[in-house]
């Protein structure tokens, strides 16, 4: 028990040390202007110093979430550079999508809405280039809008961000299929519907174009399952944290199906 008393009277005498030795700074800097900037500029370095210490530490602790960033980062660059792979070399130009039934064509957009219900773009290729109502607008980062109307030299886009527009889109993981749509409230979500409850969805399931209509070709990725909701126990709804940035959109892609016309001509007759 002796020892105890005496560590006491130690940190009692540390701690009056300290407190004499701040003392004294204080009174030297209120009596010199210049050594209270001295002293000042020597607080000032060791404050550096402690900041940068602590800015490596938390960096060092943080190695495991920037790598988990950088293989995201990684996987988005590869899907990116599977879709331009299909794109053309020369943005000017036009080309044929490797299965042969699709083309592409470059475009930018010189207006576009984001901030309403029912959104559009105007883009820069008209009748003269070849476009017409009804092609699809993508980018490598997923679909962005249908042709509604087109001028000799410039297309009306409705633009995804649009809460009457729906697109037929599938889980990769397990080919299940249901209809897309924004909820016209968030530009980076939006809802993909009528999806079985056996699809065995999982929040970070890759969701892309499913292929089932004549405007967008199959695979082109949108966006990663962030959430899971049953239905009335029928179906789930899947809310989707979409590729596209509708705020950084410039430069766009017009997808032509070429047997379109036999397409819509065949499924019009079926219906009669």
């Not at 000032?44 to 210490?53: G, L, M």
């Not at 809405?113 to 070849?130: C, E, P, S, V």
């Amino acid at each position: 028990m002796t020892g105890r008393p005496a560590l006491v009277r130690i940190a009692i005498n540390i701690v009056v040390f300290i407190a004499l030795e701040v003392l004294c700074l204080a009174m030297i800097a209120n009596n010199s202007v210049v050594q209270r900037y001295k002293i000042l500029g020597a607080i000032r370095e060791a404050q550096s110093a402690i900041w940068q210490k602590t800015s490596d530490i938390g960096s060092y602790f943080s190695l495991k979430k920037d790598n988990r960033l950088l293989v995201q980062e990684n996987v988005d660059l590869q899907r990116q550079l599977n879709m331009y792979k299909a794109m053309s070399a020369k943005p000017d130009t036009a080309f044929v999508h490797p299965a042969g039934l699709y083309s592409y064509m470059a475009a930018d957009i010189i207006k576009s809405t984001r901030g309403k219900q029912h959104n559009y773009m105007l883009i820069d290729k008209g009748t003269r280039a070849g476009v017409s109502e009804g092609m699809g607008v993508v980018t490598a980062n997923g679909i962005v809008g249908i042709i509604d109307a087109v001028s000799d030299n410039y297309s009306y886009v409705i633009s995804f961000l649009n809460t009457e527009q729906s697109v037929s889109a599938r889980l990769t993981k397990s080919d299940h299929f249901g209809l897309l749509r924004w909820e016209g409230v968030n530009p980076h979500k939006a809802t993909l519907t009528e999806i079985s409850l056996n699809c065995g969805a999982a929040v970070g399931d890759t969701v892309a174009t499913s292929g089932h209509s004549s405007i967008f070709p199959s695979d082109i990725p949108i966006g990663v399952v962030s959430k899971i909701k049953p239905v009335s126990g029928l179906y789930l709804s899947l809310e989707i944290d979409l590729f596209q940035d509708f705020n950084s959109l410039r430069h766009v892609y017009i997808v032509a199906n070429r047997d379109r016309k036999e397409i819509d001509e065949l499924e019009q007759g079926g219906e009669r």
